[in-house]
């Protein structure tokens, strides 16, 4: 098992490399414009000037700490509503359409309207993604509470059970997986928030980077600030697949992600 | 009656109570109204664009960006699904660049999609593109692998092929799964058009509203906000959801 494994995964890098030499090579050839698609070797020189220099912890301090207030916010006003739905009918009736058609809508692209209300700085960032975030839990929440087995929850009312221990034995350990699954879907929605966020208007951050170099016609700019994203997004989704992982275990189920 | 009446009713009561705090916190300087606007000047703007039709082109435009991205995304995501579904080992060398593809909401490749392909309508096609593509490819990779093995072996023993088999079998099954995959993605899709319109564009509701956003003007922002949203929950609510219905009747696989 572990031959092959190790087998499939040279494999694997063999066709990374091979793409990345292929990149590299089509400028030399004259079959690509180094203006238009840059090389790897540019793009790895210009994260590497970023470390030196100092620059990047900055612009990936500003983004992170965006992305994670914004997770942390709209994670608990969407778990926060998501119970009150799940718990009381009349809630239910009344903002279930309403959340329905929020989650319908093209959410990242409401960039524009949130920095002109919360301004330039960071709250906007952390609005957007908050805003994103939002939607996700709320609805992990409720599907959760929704999908649970309905004879448990009977079962547990007829023993007795109601109030803060019905929904702390019951309802969320029915529903914490579902829970797990939008945090993950989360994590990545609320970087790329941060990310669009700080294109529309900032002077620190990922974004900010990015849309310098788009600015400047500068596209080893774009490609850096890019990668770096796309590497601590990817890092984080695969650390909360091992976390989800291990929940599912705990629960004694199987998980296919 | 008066009850369920009052329920049917409370999602607009909400609404209306929204609306109200707005209206009175610009008017009681809780907001300033320069940043905030207010909530009967986006109206009026509104009325006033649907009246002149002066949006017309500009939802025109945002359509074509995203019908002609669908097309391409869903045929591509498609053909490359049914590629590794028939060739295991390809689609097992290729997994690397798949999860690169899906690391990342795909709208915040919009910077390089502008720069790459210009300010017209070639970077929003190939953002949106780039967007169905990839949920379709997910989407239908998942949903090809649960096609019943027993139809499958079935179909074989009566002397069916591989052409056979994708022509009775698997595309009437994955039909299911793309529409599906487009009620994911028609969110996605109009996000990355716009996005991509919002960092440069000619035209387009993403270009009202970076028009807005460089002029200060709120109303112009929330009123090409406002159609954007009126679009994307209109075909969600009255296309895809209800053929989704039909899909779920037609899952015989």
Same mark, same amino acid.
């Given at each position: 098992?572990?031959?092959?494994?190790?087998?499939?995964?040279?494999?694997?890098?063999?066709?990374?490399?091979?793409?990345?030499?292929?990149?590299?090579?089509?400028?030399?050839?004259?079959?690509?414009?180094?203006?238009?698609?840059?090389?790897?070797?540019?793009?790895?020189?210009?994260?590497?000037?970023?470390?030196?220099?100092?620059?990047?912890?900055?612009?990936?301090?500003?983004?992170?700490?965006? &992305?994670? !207030?914004?997770? %942390? /916010? =709209?994670?608990? @006003? *969407? #778990?926060?509503? $998501? +119970?009150?739905?799940?718990?009381?009918?009349?809630?239910?009736?009344?903002?279930?359409?309403?959340?329905?058609?929020?989650?319908?809508?093209?959410?990242?692209?409401?960039?524009?309207?949130?920095?002109?209300?919360?301004?330039?700085?960071?709250?906007?960032?952390?609005?957007?993604?908050?805003?994103?975030?939002?939607?996700?839990?709320?609805?992990?929440?409720?599907?959760?509470?929704?999908?649970?087995?309905?004879?448990?929850?009977?079962?547990?009312?007829?023993?007795?059970?109601?109030?803060?221990?019905?929904?702390?034995?019951?309802?969320?350990?029915?529903?914490?997986?579902?829970?797990?699954?939008?945090?993950?879907?989360?994590?990545?929605? &609320?970087? !790329?928030?941060? %990310? /669009? =966020?700080?294109? @529309? *208007? #900032?002077?620190? $951050? +990922?974004?900010?980077?990015?849309?310098?170099?788009?600015?400047?016609?500068?596209?080893?700019?774009?490609?850096?600030?890019?990668?770096?994203?796309?590497?601590?997004?990817?890092?984080?989704?695969?650390?909360?697949?091992?976390?989800?992982?291990?929940?599912?275990?705990?629960?004694?189920?199987?998980?296919?992600? | 009656?008066?009850?369920?009446?009052?329920?049917?009713?409370?999602?607009?009561?909400?609404?209306?109570?929204?609306?109200?705090?707005?209206?009175?916190?610009?008017?009681?300087?809780?907001?300033?109204?320069?940043?905030?606007?207010?909530?009967?000047?986006?109206?009026?703007?509104?009325?006033?664009?649907?009246?002149?039709?002066?949006?017309?082109?500009?939802?025109?435009?945002?359509?074509?960006?995203?019908?002609?991205?669908?097309?391409?995304?869903?045929?591509?995501?498609?053909?490359?699904?049914?590629?590794?579904?028939?060739?295991?080992?390809?689609?097992?060398?290729?997994?690397?660049?798949?999860?690169?593809?899906?690391?990342?909401?795909?709208?915040?490749?919009?910077?390089?999609?502008?720069?790459?392909?210009?300010?017209?309508?070639?970077?929003?096609?190939?953002?949106?593109?780039?967007?169905?593509?990839?949920?379709?490819?997910?989407?239908?990779?998942?949903?090809?692998?649960?096609?019943?093995?027993?139809?499958?072996?079935?179909?074989?023993?009566?002397?069916?092929?591989?052409?056979?088999?994708?022509?009775?079998?698997?595309?009437?099954?994955?039909?299911?799964?793309?529409?599906?995959?487009?009620?994911?993605?028609?969110?996605?899709?109009?996000?990355?058009?716009?996005?991509?319109?919002?960092?440069?564009?000619?035209?387009?509701?993403?270009?009202?509203?970076?028009?807005?956003?460089?002029?200060?003007?709120?109303?112009?922002?929330?009123?090409?906000?406002?159609?954007?949203?009126?679009?994307?929950?209109?075909?969600?609510?009255?296309?895809?959801?209800?053929?989704?219905?039909?899909?779920?009747?037609?899952?015989?696989?």
């Amino acid at each position: 098992m572990a031959g092959v494994l190790t087998r499939v995964a040279i494999e694997r890098l063999a066709v990374v490399l091979g793409l990345l030499l292929l990149w590299q090579g089509l400028p030399l050839v004259g079959w690509a414009d180094p203006f238009f698609i840059s090389s790897p070797s540019l793009v790895g020189q210009r994260v590497w000037e970023w470390i030196a220099d100092g620059e990047l912890p900055g612009h990936v301090l500003v983004t992170g700490t965006e &992305a994670l !207030a914004g997770l %942390v /916010i =709209g994670a608990v @006003l *969407g #778990a926060g509503f $998501g +119970l009150l739905c799940g718990l009381w009918a009349t809630a239910q009736r009344a903002l279930l359409p309403l959340m329905t058609v929020g989650n319908a809508l093209p959410r990242l692209a409401f960039a524009p309207l949130l920095i002109a209300w919360f301004g330039f700085g960071m709250s906007s960032k952390i609005a957007l993604a908050a805003s994103v975030v939002f939607f996700f839990i709320f609805f992990g929440v409720y599907s959760g509470m929704r999908a649970g087995n309905q004879m448990l929850i009977a079962n547990a009312r007829v023993m007795g059970g109601r109030g803060l221990a019905l929904l702390w034995h019951v309802h969320l350990p029915q529903a914490f997986l579902w829970i797990i699954a939008g945090l993950r879907l989360s994590v990545g929605y &609320a970087f !790329a928030a941060a %990310v /669009i =966020g700080e294109y @529309l *208007g #900032a002077d620190r $951050g +990922l974004g900010y980077l990015i849309v310098y170099g788009k600015e400047m016609l500068d596209m080893t700019q774009v490609f850096a600030g890019l990668a770096v994203v796309i590497l601590i997004v990817g890092c984080l989704d695969v650390g909360l697949r091992r976390v989800a992982r291990a929940g599912w275990r705990w629960r004694g189920g199987e998980m296919r992600l | 009656m008066a009850r369920r009446w009052l329920g049917a009713a409370s999602p607009f009561l909400v609404v209306a109570t929204l609306l109200l705090a707005w209206d009175g916190a610009t008017r009681f300087g809780l907001a300033d109204p320069r940043y905030l606007s207010r909530p009967w000047v986006v109206a009026a703007l509104i009325w006033e664009w649907t009246r002149s039709g002066y949006i017309l082109p500009h939802v025109a435009a945002t359509f074509v960006e995203v019908g002609l991205g669908y097309v391409c995304g869903t045929v591509a995501g498609m053909a490359v699904a049914f590629l590794f579904f028939f060739r295991p080992r390809l689609a097992e060398l290729c997994d690397p660049l798949v999860v690169l593809l899906n690391a990342a909401p795909r709208a915040i490749l919009a910077p390089f999609a502008v720069l790459m392909f210009g300010i017209d309508l070639a970077s929003k096609v190939m953002l949106v593109t780039l967007v169905v593509f990839t949920i379709t490819l997910l989407s239908l990779s998942a949903g090809l692998k649960e096609v019943d093995r027993t139809i499958v072996d079935n179909a074989r023993v009566m002397g069916a092929g591989t052409s056979d088999l994708t022509r009775h079998v698997y595309l009437p099954a994955a039909l299911v799964w793309v529409v599906s995959a487009m009620r994911i993605s028609i969110g996605q899709a109009f996000t990355a058009a716009i996005v991509c319109e919002l960092l440069g564009a000619t035209k387009g509701l993403g270009w009202i509203v970076a028009a807005g956003q460089s002029a200060v003007k709120p109303d112009w922002i929330m009123a090409g906000l406002f159609f954007a949203a009126v679009i994307v929950v209109l075909i969600d609510v009255a296309i895809l959801a209800p053929l989704e219905r039909r899909g779920s009747h037609w899952r015989v696989f």
